[in-house]
């Protein structure tokens, strides 16, 4: 399995993928590789064939992330890539995709805890209008934007009160053009917090956050208000599309 991987990740479709989704994709796909395929066994699942791998194997995998259901239907998804490039590589030996008969775990749709307005209301209390937190948060309730996105809005973005940009993902090849309106209450947020700087959202040195970075800034702000969230910024996103908080 681990050959196949490996070949998979030189064709020109996966190299053509946005830099965050092949880490992604990768690091699900290498996460099996140590992981043996029963309990105790010292046969581990990067030693097995692409051949010999079966729809049972595959739901072993998923399995041991039935907990996170968003992390388990990501294993499924990525094998069902591996195996489709099998079947059009006739070297592997691949003669189906026993992936594709292994079903997504049902469970939160968005795969994960959606924030409610109680602890919006926490987080608020923690950071008030004008720090940096708060402008964050507002930011992020009110573009519904990934965090991809949140660290590059700025000033030179906005245009007769629209914030205009292309979407980071999918910039390369299937670019989205958005349009969002600043409603008084982000406005009022921006307007309060101190910055020189045209982008919104710095560090504590006065550069742009890194998604990476600012996902762990926010985490750590969101532990100070006492919630406790493994992907605080991405759980906001459908906080947002359900509850319009003004």
Same mark, same amino acid.
């Given at each position: 399995?681990?050959? =196949? ?11 053509? #993928?946005?830099? &965050?989704? $092949? ?5 699900? #796909? ?5 992981? *043996? ?6 046969? !581990?699942?990067?030693?097995?064939? #692409? &051949? ?8 072993? %995998?998923?399995?041991? $992330? &039935?907990?996170? *259901? ?6 499924? $998804? ?30 939160? *749709?968005? @795969? ?22 708060? !402008?964050?948060?507002?930011?992020? #309730? ?37 349009? !969002?309106? %600043?409603?008084?209450? !982000?406005? =009022?947020? %921006? ?25 762990? $800034? ?13 992907? *605080? ?11 319009? %908080? @003004?």
């Amino acid at each position: 399995m681990v050959l =196949a991987v490996h070949a998979l990740y030189r064709l020109d479709e996966f190299q053509a #993928l946005e830099r &965050s989704t $092949k880490r992604a994709r990768r690091g699900i #796909l290498e996460s099996t590789w140590d992981e *043996p395929i029963v309990p105790n066994s010292n046969v !581990l699942f990067g030693d097995v064939p #692409l &051949s010999k791998m079966t729809a049972q194997a595959i739901r072993v %995998i998923r399995d041991r $992330k &039935s907990s996170l *259901p968003e992390a388990a239907n990501g294993r499924v $998804k990525a094998a069902r890539q591996v195996f489709a490039w099998g079947l059009e590589n006739e070297t592997t030996a691949v003669l189906a995709n026993p992936a594709r008969d292994v079903k997504y775990l049902k469970g939160n *749709p968005d @795969g994960f805890h959606t924030w409610t307005i109680e602890e919006v209301r926490r987080f608020e209390d923690r950071h008030p209008v004008g720090t940096k937190a708060r !402008l964050a948060l507002t930011l992020l #309730l009110f573009t519904g934007v990934r965090r991809s996105d949140v660290v590059r809005l700025g000033r030179q973005m906005v245009s007769s009160g629209w914030l205009r940009f292309t979407e980071v993902k999918g910039a390369k090849s299937n670019p989205k053009q958005r349009e !969002l309106p %600043i409603l008084p209450t !982000l406005q =009022a947020a %921006i307007d309060a917090t101190p910055s020189g700087h045209m982008t919104f959202l710095v560090t504590e040195f006065g550069k742009p956050f890194t998604p990476a970075g600012f996902g762990n $800034k926010f985490r750590d702000w969101c532990n100070q208000a006492g919630l406790l969230c493994a992907r *605080p910024a991405q759980q906001l996103r459908p906080t947002t599309a359900r509850h319009r %908080i @003004g």
